[in-house]
């Protein structure tokens, strides 16, 4: 994996939950998703994108759970995103 | 799907939302009364609408957010925003990771352990990364 642009948020020494996390990963032999860096860097105000993102892609909705996933595939698709 | 819009084998309904979807990504700011009158006549709701805008919507800012700070694309996660839902799922991926240490380490024991944790991740939902 290519490292980051911002080396100082990537090896930023984490908090728990994610430092536990970041451990039993490596432990495991499971590459870190880069994404849980910039989750991990200010999880102060990342834990509310984080409830964010569930209930907009969990939440009780007409549109079901996979529906929603399209839409997000579509438009990452669409921002020639791979994510 | 993805690829083509115009010709994918869905319902009109749905192709109306994907084109909204498109035009929100594509050209958002003329976007207008029309565009949502469109959609409510292919009967999507207002709630449907809402929810579909604020899904693509934030999927535009984790967009932008990997691609300016070089988050690598890891194609074999698929599009379940599989790292993202690691973050969220919070501890539930912990004991997840746990799991999967203790499968690691008892598939290298012995043949039983292998078929069980094979079964775990089919149905833990999360596909495989590669190599």
Redesign the interface.
């Known amino acids: ?6 080396p100082k ?1 990537e090896n930023h020494d984490a908090a728990d ?1 994610h430092a ?2 970041f451990r ?2 490596r ?5 870190i ?7 991990a860097f200010k999880p102060e105000r ?1 834990q509310h994108l ?5 209930g ?2 969990r939440g009780p ?3 079901p759970p996979w529906q ?12 020639q ?3 | ?3 083509d819009l115009d010709s994918a084998p869905i319902s009109e309904k749905d192709r109306t ?2 084109a909204f ?2 035009k ?3 050209q958002s700011t003329s976007i207008g009364h029309e565009d949502l009158d469109v959609a409510r006549k292919a009967g999507w ?1 207002d ?2 609408l809402y ?2 805008i ?3 919507s ?3 800012f ?2 932008n ?11 074999a ?1 698929g ?6 839902r ?3 799922e ?2 539930a ?2 004991r997840r ?2 799991s ?2 203790k499968s ?1 380490r008892s598939k290298r024991s012995k043949k039983p352990a292998r078929a069980k944790s094979a079964k775990k991740s089919t149905t833990s939902g999360r596909p495989k ?1 590669s190599k």
Request: proline share 6%; charged share 10%.
């Open positions: 994996m290519k490292p980051m642009f911002l948020v939950p536990t996390m039993q990963m432990s495991a032999g499971v590459p998703p880069q994404i849980l860096h910039l989750f990342t984080s409830l964010f993102t569930q907009v892609m909705s007409p549109l929603r996933e399209l839409i997000a595939a579509f438009t990452s698709k669409l921002n995103c791979l994510f | 799907m993805l690829n939302l994907y979807i498109r929100m990504v594509r709701s709630e449907a929810d579909a604020t899904v693509c934030l999927f535009q984790y967009n957010w990997i691609d300016a700070t070089g988050v690598a694309d890891m194609p996660l599009y379940e925003m599989s790292g993202h690691l973050a969220t919070g501890y991926s912990e990771a746990a999967a240490a690691a990364r």
